[in-house]
Antibody
Framework: EVQLEESGGGLVKPGDSLRLSCAGSGFSFNTYGLNWVRQAPGKGLEWVASISSSSSFVYYGAPVMGRFAVSRDNANNILYLQMSDLRTDDTATYFC?????????????WGRGTLVAVSS | EIVLTQSPGTLSLSPGERATLSCRASQNIDDDLVAWFQQTAGQPPMLLIYAASRRATGIPDRFSGSGSGTDFTLTISKLEPEDFAVYYCQQYGGSSRTFGQGTKVEVK
């Protein structure tokens, strides 16, 4: 069974840094692209970042470009999101999601999310 | 960046009725790489439709997707009680992946 589990969320102050992790299991981790999506309280889904299976390609949404960095450790089946210079509007639940087996397949598998709260 | 605009914002319907949700893109979406997700409170999104019209594994056939280019539609043929939720479209072609703002389907 495919499982994704996020961790690392918490309460931080504006300007702080935080690293989120997403542990994958039940699939060949190193053959799938992975993604981060966030959802502010009571709001919609917002794409944050994507990384290809071998880390050759990384993409970011405009609100986080230059502040967030996505990476992965295929040896240990972990996806990371390093967040810097956090702002109050980065407050959200952060989900990781796995690409499908081919480019058109969509994101069927998601974690349950980890909450990041940025407040002074 | 491609902007997706969903309409209506809220759809008030009764169980058994047909729901039609729209998603319009600011530019053409290559290969019609549009997905639809359902989300209920406190849960991660659930993939319903991918590649504009293909149902994901285990999704009932009352859910169908259609469209191409810039205009896409999710149809729920006969609403069941568990279908009252928020629905998001997403485009995932190219280097940018964006979501629409969501349509809430509520009980009338």
């Amino acid at each position: 069974e495919v499982q994704l589990e996020e961790s690392g969320g918490g309460l931080v102050k504006p300007g702080d840094s935080l690293r989120l992790s997403c542990a994958g299991s039940g699939f060949s981790f190193n053959t799938y692209g992975l993604n981060w999506v966030r959802q502010a309280p009571g709001k919609g889904l917002e794409w944050v970042a994507s990384i290809s299976s071998s880390s050759s390609f990384v993409y970011y949404g405009a609100p986080v470009m230059g502040r967030f960095a996505v990476s992965r450790d295929n040896a240990n089946n972990i996806l990371y999101l390093q967040m810097s210079d956090l702002r109050t509007d980065d407050t959200a639940t952060y989900f990781c999601a796995r690409d499908g087996p081919n480019v058109s397949s969509g994101w069927r598998h998601w974690g349950r999310g980890t909450l990041v709260a940025v407040s002074s | 960046e491609i902007v997706l605009t969903q309409s209506p914002g809220t759809l008030s319907l009764s169980p058994g009725e047909r729901a039609t949700l729209s998603c319009r893109a600011s530019q053409n979406i290559d290969d019609d790489l549009v997905a639809w997700f359902q989300q209920t409170a406190g849960q991660p999104p659930m993939l319903l439709i991918y590649a504009a019209s293909r149902r994901a594994t285990g999704i009932p056939d009352r859910f169908s997707g259609s469209g191409s280019g810039t205009d896409f539609t999710l149809t729920i043929s006969k609403l069941e009680p568990e279908d009252f939720a928020v629905y998001y479209c997403q485009q995932y072609g190219g280097s940018s992946r964006t979501f629409g703002q969501g349509t809430k389907v509520e009980v009338k």
